[in-house]
C-alpha cells in the first residue's frame, strides 16, 4: 500500500487512497507560497473548495492499472471553470508544480498552454515566483528562459509552457497538460 507520513493505505480495488491525497494536500501547504495579492508570501493552504472537492479526489482516487502493474489515479482528465480573480493561475501553477516534482514520476512532461504563449504564461509565471520563494523548489528546478520550461534535474521531468497551435508541437508524452483560458 501506498504511505506517507506513516499512515500506509491497504485498500484493495478502486478506493480513495487518504495519503495520496493528503500528500498532495501537504505540498500546497508546504512547499508553495502565494505569489500577489493579500495572501502574498504566505504558505499556500488550499480553499476547502481546492482541496475537498478536487485536489483529494484528483489524487486521492486510484484503481489498479494491468498496464502499470500498480493503482493510478482514477481520474485522468478534469475540466475545472472557475471565474475571473478566483486565483485560478495560482492554484494551476500548483498543480503543474506538484506533477512536475511530486507525484512519483520520472521523466513527467508538465504542459502549459493557451491560445498564444503570452496566455500560457499566466500560469508559467506564478510557478516560477513560487520555484523562487521555497528554498527546497529553487534548488531542485532549473529555469530555462528561451522555452520557458522549469526543469527537475533529480528526475528529467519537466513543466513546458506551449501554444496550443499543434503546428510543430506532435510528439509530446504528458504527464500533466493544463489549458487556460479556452
Not at 43 to 50: E, G, I
Not at 136 to 149: E, M
Request: proline share 4%.
Amino acid at each position: 500500500g501506498y504511505t506517507f507520513r506513516g499512515e500506509t493505505c491497504t485498500a484493495r480495488g478502486p478506493h480513495y487512497c487518504k495519503p495520496r491525497a493528503d500528500r498532495a494536500v501537504a505540498f500546497f501547504a508546504e512547499k508553495l507560497l502565494h505569489t500577489k495579492g493579500p495572501r502574498k508570501r504566505t504558505r499556500f493552504v488550499l480553499a476547502d473548495w481546492q482541496e475537498l472537492e478536487v485536489t483529494r479526489p484528483i489524487f486521492g482516487e486510484v484503481v489498479y492499472s494491468e498496464e502499470w502493474g500498480q493503482y493510478v489515479r482514477r481520474y485522468r482528465i478534469v475540466y475545472l471553470v472557475m471565474a475571473r480573480k478566483n486565483g485560478k493561475s495560482e492554484y494551476g501553477a500548483g498543480l503543474v508544480l506538484l506533477l512536475t516534482v511530486a507525484d512519483d514520476e520520472d521523466v513527467a512532461e508538465v504542459y502549459g498552454a493557451a491560445i498564444d504563449t503570452k496566455q500560457a504564461g499566466k500560469v508559467f509565471e506564478p510557478a516560477q515566483i513560487m520555484v523562487a520563494l521555497e528554498p527546497s523548489l529553487s534548488k531542485r528546478l532549473r529555469h530555462y528562459k528561451n522555452t520557458r520550461r522549469l526543469y527537475d534535474e533529480k528526475t528529467f521531468s519537466y513543466y513546458e509552457v506551449i501554444c496550443s497551435d499543434p503546428g510543430g508541437e506532435l510528439g509530446h508524452g504528458p504527464h500533466g497538460f493544463i489549458l487556460d483560458e479556452v
